[in-house]
């Protein structure tokens, strides 16, 4: 891999590491936890290296992302808490299926608007990149439609099959749906904040054209 990616690269497997590590840490009475606001930031490096390097090097970078989140879910399965592995399969598998599709159509549809006004790439491919990864992770890994897993694996996340009342003042549903509707919202909020530093990145790092 080409040294010039190396920066996309560390900064990508920095973002899932650390995600992985404080997705441990709940706030809010569980409605969030601290991983949902530094995960994000995955689409602007991914966005970053688009912009820079082209498509095929930000597909590489994803890749490492991918596979550094493999290493984080295999650590966590074998670390075992009171009712289970720390990262149970069901949670692995919707993490990893997740990321990867995200991600690849994050870069695809920058890639499809790169040419237009600079804002609009980066924070399309981020709002639906975000939206698929919402809704593949938190399905995958939390709807009781799901259950090819087995008893076992659905005893681990029952608690998110809970009913609860919707984002806690709403009609009941369950526990999942609020927390994948949080956990969108504070994508969406990245994905605005993250368009600062992705200008003044590119600035830097592109020639202006004379």
Do not use: H
Not at 46 to 59: K, S
Not at 65 to 88: D, K, Y
Not at 122 to 137: E, K
């Amino acid at each position: 891999m080409s040294r010039t990616l190396l920066p996309g690269v560390i900064a990508m497997a920095a973002i899932v590491v650390a995600s992985n590590i404080l997705v441990q840490f709940l706030i809010l009475d569980g409605l969030l936890t601290w991983g949902a606001f530094t995960y994000p930031f995955a689409f602007l490096v991914t966005d970053l290296m688009n912009r820079i390097y082209g498509a095929p090097a930000a597909r590489r970078v994803v890749v490492v992302g991918f596979v550094t989140g493999i290493a984080c879910s295999l650590i966590g399965s074998r670390i075992m808490l009171e009712f289970g592995p720390a990262v149970p399969l069901r949670i692995a598998v919707g993490s990893g299926t997740a990321f990867l599709v995200a991600q690849l159509v994050d870069v695809a549809v920058f890639d499809r608007l790169r040419r237009g006004t600079w804002w609009r790439a980066p924070l399309a491919s981020s709002v639906i990149g975000s939206a698929l990864d919402t809704a593949l992770f938190f399905t995958i890994a939390f709807s009781a439609s799901i259950t090819i897993f087995g008893t076992n694996a659905d005893a681990a996340i029952g608690w998110a099959q809970d009913f609860a009342p919707f984002m806690t003042v709403g009609p009941m549903t369950p526990l999942w749906v609020t927390l994948g509707i949080a956990d969108w919202l504070v994508k969406l909020a990245v994905a605005m904040v993250a368009l600062v530093p992705f200008r003044l990145i590119v600035a830097r790092a592109l020639p202006r054209p004379g």
